[in-house]
């Protein structure tokens, strides 16, 4: 079975530039998380899509955004990079809803993202 | 705000058992104990998790304290690919709005 796919695996950016990342969950779950990595620091949650609404939102600025679509594939974008913005983000994906027989996140690889 | 204190950093021999421990003094009586790793160039990776009993799976044991203060994620023969940090987080995680708030974590070691 597939895991969580997620590309592109790394990219490099330019100040000021846009970035979108994509995530494919797991066949079958229709929950997917977005979380951002900075080197050596625990992962910290940015965004929590359910069924293609948004359920959760970390603290970060509005330059980040995502979207999921009716596949249940989702997107992560950031706007007007900044230097800070360079780290690893995680995809995580979910059966959801509210059942904790549901528990359970599977992670992708993630996208190592460098902003110059 | 993680709420959850871990020591940065272990080491164990190959083949030993390793006792992880993580304190969360504020736990709320709803909240569940968790535990992920994540290995070098990975993804964080779920281990266990439980509320008040002790819990096994075929990765490794769940030690509970009874006042759910503290719990100790057992690893009973550690191998080298069980190098990596793992996280100890308190919540329901799940539901349609479930997060994972992640700390620093603890760096375990294996020697062989």
């Known amino acids: 079975d597939a895991g969580v796919t997620q590309s592109p695996t790394h990219l490099i950016k330019t100040r000021g530039q846009q970035v979108t990342l994509r995530c494919s969950p797991i066949?079958?779950?229709?929950?997917v998380s977005w979380y951002q990595q900075v080197l050596g620091q625990g992962p910290q949650f940015i965004f929590q899509?359910?069924?293609?609404?948004?359920?959760g939102r970390g603290n970060f600025p509005d330059r980040f955004s995502a979207r999921q679509f009716p596949n249940y594939s989702s997107e992560l974008n950031v706007n007007a990079l900044l230097l800070g913005d360079s780290a690893l983000y995680l995809c995580?994906?979910?059966?959801?809803?509210?059942?904790?027989?549901?528990?359970?996140?599977?992670f992708g690889s993630g996208t190592r993202l460098t902003v110059v | 705000d993680a709420k959850t204190t871990q020591p940065n950093s272990m080491e164990s021999n190959e083949e030993e058992p390793v006792h992880l421990p993580c304190n969360h003094s504020?736990?709320?009586?709803?909240?569940?104990i968790h535990w992920y790793r994540q290995l070098p160039s990975q993804g964080p990776e779920y281990v266990i998790h439980?509320?008040?009993s002790n819990v096994n799976n075929r990765m490794a044991s769940l030690a509970i304290a009874e006042d759910r203060k503290s719990s100790t994620l057992i690893l009973h023969r550690a191998t080298l690919r069980d190098a990596a940090v793992y996280y100890c987080?308190?919540?329901?995680?799940?539901?349609?709005?479930?997060?994972?708030?992640f700390g620093q974590g603890t760096t375990l070691q294996v020697k062989p």
């Open positions: 066949s079958g779950h229709k929950s």
């Open positions: 987080i308190r919540g329901p995680v799940w539901g349609n709005t479930g997060k994972l708030i």
């Open positions: 504020t736990i709320s009586g709803t909240d569940y």
């Open positions: 995580a994906s979910s059966l959801g809803g509210v059942l904790k027989a549901n528990y359970g996140y599977t």
């Open positions: 899509y359910y069924e293609k609404e948004e359920r």
């Open positions: 439980g509320l008040t």
